[in-house]
C-alpha cells in the first residue's frame, strides 16, 4: 500500500543513517518515532543524533508518562522507544495524544530489526512487547 515505505537492509548496510535524517528531510516539525531492539543500539543512536545535531529523546531514559510528554512537547526530530513503551498502556496514551507530524505528513514509524517481528525466529517468544497487538497499534 502506498501509505508505507518498507526497506530491507543487512546489519552494516546503513539503515541508521535513514532512520535519524528522515524527520529532518520531510520538514520542520516532524518527528521519527524508532523501536530499536537493544539498548545498546539505542545508545549508539543517541550517540549518533549527537553527533549529526539532530534532536533526539530516548524514552527509557525518562522516567515516567509525565517526563514524555515534557519531552515529546520539545518536538524532537527523533523519539527513541522500546517496544515494551508502546506496548504499556500509559505509553500509549500519551503517545495518542500527541501529533508527531503536521499535516499532510504521516506519522514516521521506524522499526529497526524488524526481523525480531518474526514469529518463529524473532524476538516475540522472549519479549512480549513485540506481539501482534502492538503492531496493530502502531499501524
Not at 539505542?42 to 533526539?56: G, N
Not at 522500546?82 to 514516521?108: A, C, W, Y
Request: proline letters at 5%.
Amino acid at each position: 500500500d502506498e501509505r508505507h515505505v518498507f526497506a530491507a537492509l543487512q546489519t552494516g548496510a546503513g539503515k541508521s543513517l535513514p532512520q535519524l535524517l528522515i524527520s529532518s528531510m520531510i520538514g520542520q516539525g516532524c518527528m521519527a518515532l524508532v523501536v530499536p531492539p537493544l539498548t545498546i543500539i539505542v545508545d549508539q543512536l543517541v550517540t549518533d543524533c549527537e553527533k549529526l545535531s539532530i534532536s533526539c529523546v530516548n524514552v527509557s531514559k525518562l522516567g515516567g508518562t509525565p517526563a514524555l510528554s515534557a519531552a515529546l512537547r520539545e518536538k524532537p526530530q527523533v523519539v527513541l522507544c522500546s517496544i515494551e513503551m508502546l506496548q504499556q498502556k500509559q505509553g500509549r496514551e500519551v503517545f495518542n495524544d500527541f501529533k508527531f507530524n503536521l499535516p499532510p505528513h504521516r506519522t514516521i514509524v521506524c522499526i529497526d530489526e524488524a526481523q525480531v517481528l518474526d514469529w518463529v525466529l524473532g524476538h516475540v517468544t522472549f519479549r512480549l512487547g513485540y506481539e501482534k497487538s502492538t503492531w496493530e497499534y502502531v499501524r
